[in-house]
């Protein structure tokens, strides 16, 4: 871009503007939306007999004074500026009254970022490649649209097991599991395909009868965080005239889209709904016709059985099939849940499969997860290298053989049948290159089991011993049954005696040795990762451990502490990396089995997030062990409080502030910066002020790294003005970038 461009930029040209403005120059609804502090800004045209006197004015005076206003008329006071990105946007792709594309590529870029924010993310498609996007980075719009439309807040509302089934992967998630590069455009249409095969609208308190959902995301206009949709207050309630060409699109939620895309809203509460709800087979088909017409591709893909059933009718239309086919042809992760396995779904499901691997020609596909559905699959896998392979197993009727008749409290035995064992050994024998490889076991019986070693356990230790694989984790959270001390101690042996994998994650419950194990004889594994997650051990484990353990890292997470207290018996660990996390609440004992932990681990990273009992005595002695850590000589990073994949419940103010002297005061500019903090933006809104004045009373010596994490409000650049003397990086995980005046690369071609 030449340099003019650049020197024609004024200083409000950036994206932090969308933010800050106080000039009503920015895209913020609990600003603009206040009818006291705009009252100035009222629409005196057509339809508005009288106004206020502006001197008057009061709230009570505003709201009977708007009642009074005929339909169709914007009631409430917005700026000018809101104002015209409104008529914009309902006058863009109009048949025959549309604001011309090469119009709105004039205006100033700073007002085209703010359009993009607003505009329905189908709309943002079809401007990608027109000028109006010239010279603004739309990973970064596609970023904001993500991280402001994609409702993750809302699964904390929702039952655990649905949660859990819920998984938002942004780009550098989907780097960190698949080894995969993706945009946050890709990440968006990504999930936006998965929720279409998910009924939501009840669990995120939606009273409409017909879901809506997956139009807010495709067709809406703005936000659905709360707050954002206070826009909506410039309709009158029930209605859906706008002088804009912006239209109510639901009678029972606040929802706004064109006059384009009306018509792919429903609500059955009207007397003659015109629309497909979501989950409609027609619906489900236009959304595949919707992505290929915006040039979309997925690069993940889900398949339910919900989804299977939607489209199983359009599957013999050979237009349709080419279609899916050029929407899946780039699909590298494929997850496939539990099916219905008629006739029927198997025609179908083989039909899909087909797409994604085509026969007797390479597949770009490179991570299977499968539940349950081996017999189908299996036969497509066959000529296909994976990087990443991950079998659930359901323990049910159909897969395990059930003893009928057993003494009470007895353990039962776990017995996998026969010919699903051979299933899923004949599909992992199929690949010899992978790098990646999860098992995870599920069950609904309620009873005392315990899973024996068996044929299939046995095929996992093959697995363990490829030369290609980095890692592997092993899964039984979700099993309600014991898992037999042979495969636990089978699988440390096997990764601690040999060369691969590199890491090794643990998800289990064996709190009994079957048999008394010969003590393991293992080198040292500095190139190793050892996780330890929701574990239970028994308490003679550490007698087979090595007593000297030596790895690159070793993560205890989310397990009791008398999980953790098991590997204080060792002599020693030395690793570059100590990660310890425990929703358990640590109490003074747990402090003491914390002291103890620390005496025998040389660590040059500690990360600790910790649920701290708020008593004295247990800060006290948690304080006396902070210090004794950071005197430690060879420290280079201590990370500390919170994280945000682990929900800790939130650590008491004082006690935070107290831990935060004793870290400030243990700094000491002689030696390298090592303190990593890590909090929520609602726990700093709270501290901020007594974090720096604890800052400043202890010489200003910077720390390593300070993250916040949860961000949903705009005071990005205040949290920067006031730590960035505080730290030599800080990571606002969850703001929209921000661009330097002096760094114009980010923003240009």
Same mark, same amino acid.
């Not at 939130?650 to 870290?663: A, L, R």
């Given at each position: 871009?030449?340099?003019?461009d ?13 933010f ?9 609804i ?35 004074w ?15 500026k809101l ?21 709105i ?15 329905p ?8 490649s ?5 010279? *603004? #980075?739309? $990973?970064?719009?596609? /970023?904001?649209?993500? =991280?402001e439309? &994609?409702?993750?807040?809302?699964? %904390?509302k929702?039952e655990?097991q649905?949660?859990?089934? *819920? #998984?938002? $992967?942004?780009?550098d /998630?989907?780097?960190? =599991?698949?080894? &995969?590069?993706?945009?946050?455009? %890709? ?54 005239l ?9 009678m ?8 384009n ?16 709800v ?31 059933s ?57 991570s ?11 036969p ?11 079998i659930?197993?359901?323990?049910n ?21 026969l010919?699903?064992s051979?299933?899923?050994?004949e599909i992992?024998?199929?690949?010899k290159?992978?790098?990646?490889f ?11 089991c ?6 299939l ?15 592997f ?10 898992v037999?001390s042979?495969?636990l ?10 060369p691969?994998p ?5 998800s ?5 040795l ?8 293992a ?59 425990t ?51 060879n ?14 419940p ?14 400030f ?12 903090f ?9 501290l ?5 004045r ?27 003005s ?28």
């Open positions: 871009m030449a340099s003019t650049v020197e024609d930029l004024d200083e409000e040209d950036s994206y932090s503007d969308l800050d403005d106080e000039d009503s120059d920015s895209f913020c609990q600003d603009f939306m206040d009818p006291l502090l705009y009252r100035e800004l009222f629409l005196e045209g057509d339809g508005i007999e009288s106004s206020p006197d502006s001197e008057e004015v009061t709230r009570p005076g505003l709201t009977r708007m009642r009074e206003l005929k339909p169709g008329v914007l009631p409430y006071p917005v700026p000018l104002q015209c990105l409104m008529f914009v946007i309902g006058h863009l792709f109009q048949p025959d009254h549309s604001v011309p594309v090469s119009m590529a004039l205006l100033p870029r700073s007002i085209r970022i703010k359009l993009l924010l607003l505009l993310a189908i709309d943002i498609c079809k401007l990608e027109t000028s109006v996007t010239h010279g *603004i #980075v739309m $990973d970064e719009i596609w /970023k904001a649209l993500f =991280k439309r &994609i409702p993750a807040f809302f699964l %904390e929702l655990p649905l949660a859990q089934s *819920i #998984v938002f $992967d942004t780009p /998630k989907f780097k960190e =599991k698949f080894d &995969i590069l993706i945009t946050w455009k %890709e990440a968006y249409f990504d999930t936006v395909f998965f929720l279409s095969q998910e009924k939501l609208n009840h669990d995120f308190e939606c009273h409409c009868n017909s879901d809506h959902f997956i139009q807010d995301l495709l067709y809406g206009i703005g936000g659905i965080h709360k707050g954002t949709m206070e826009i909506t207050d410039c309709f009158k309630e029930g209605d859906t706008s002088i804009h060409g912006i239209y109510c699109c639901t029972t939620c606040i929802r706004l889209t064109t006059a895309h009306y018509h792919k809203f429903g609500d059955l509460l009207a007397p003659e709904p015109l629309f497909s979501c989950h409609d087979n027609r619906f489900t088909s236009d959304i595949v016709n919707e992505l290929i017409d915006c040039g979309v591709f997925l690069r993940k893909l889900t398949l339910s059985d919900r989804y299977l939607a489209i199983e009718r359009y599957l013999k239309n050979p237009g349709f099939i080419k279609k899916l086919n050029k929407l899946f042809h780039s699909v590298e992760v494929l997850t496939v849940s539990e099916f219905d396995t008629s006739n029927a779904n198997k025609s179908s499901f083989n039909k899909i499969l087909n797409l994604v691997f085509p026969p007797r020609q390479p597949s770009v596909v490179k299977v997860t499968l539940l349950n559905e081996f017999e189908v699959v299996g497509h896998l066959k000529g296909h290298n994976l990087k990443h392979l991950g659930s197993f359901c323990l009727h159909s897969t395990v053989f059930r003893t009928q008749w057993v003494k009470k409290g007895q353990i039962v035995p776990v017995r996998i049948r010919n699903i051979r299933k899923i050994t992992i024998n199929t690949q290159e992978l790098e990646s999860t098992f995870t076991l599920i069950t609904d019986d309620s009873r005392k315990r899973l024996l070693d068996n044929d356990i046995r095929c996992l230790y093959n697995v363990l011993q490829l030369s290609s694989l980095r890692k984790k092993f899964d039984a959270s979700h099993l309600h049954s014991q037999s042979v495969i101690c089978n699988l440390l042996s096997l990764f601690l005696s040999s691969y590199l890491s090794l994650t643990l289990l419950s064996c709190p009994l079957d048999q008394q194990p010969k003590p393991l004889t080198n040292p594994a500095p190139l190793k990762t050892l996780e330890i997650n929701d574990c239970t051990f028994p308490p003679n484990l550490p007698s087979f451990l090595p007593q000297n353990l030596v790895l690159k890292s070793l993560k205890l997470q989310d397990n009791k502490w008398s999980t953790v207290s098991l590997f204080t018996n060792l002599q020693s660990i030395t690793v570059e990396e100590l990660v310890l996390h929703s358990e609440k640590m109490t003074n004992d747990d402090v003491k089995t914390f002291l103890l932990l620390f005496s025998i681990v040389t660590a040059r990273e500690w990360k600790l997030g910790l649920n701290i009992e708020d008593k004295p005595g247990t800060l006290e002695t948690l304080l006396h062990v902070l210090t004794m850590i950071t005197c430690k000589s420290l280079h990073s201590f990370h500390f409080l919170r994280d945000e994949e682990f929900a800790l939130p650590v008491k103010g004082d006690t935070i502030v107290s831990i935060m002297k004793t870290i005061d243990s700094l000491s500019p002689s030696k390298p910066s090592y303190f990593d890590a909090i929520s933006e609602n726990q700093l809104q709270v901020l002020k007594d974090i720096e604890l800052w400043e009373e202890s010489s200003k010596i910077k720390m390593k790294t300070i993250r916040v994490f949860g961000i949903q409000s705009f005071d990005h650049d205040y949290y920067r006031v730590l960035e003397d505080m730290t030599e990086e800080l990571d606002l995980c969850d703001a929209l970038k921000v661009e330097s005046r002096d760094d114009y690369s980010l923003l240009y071609y």
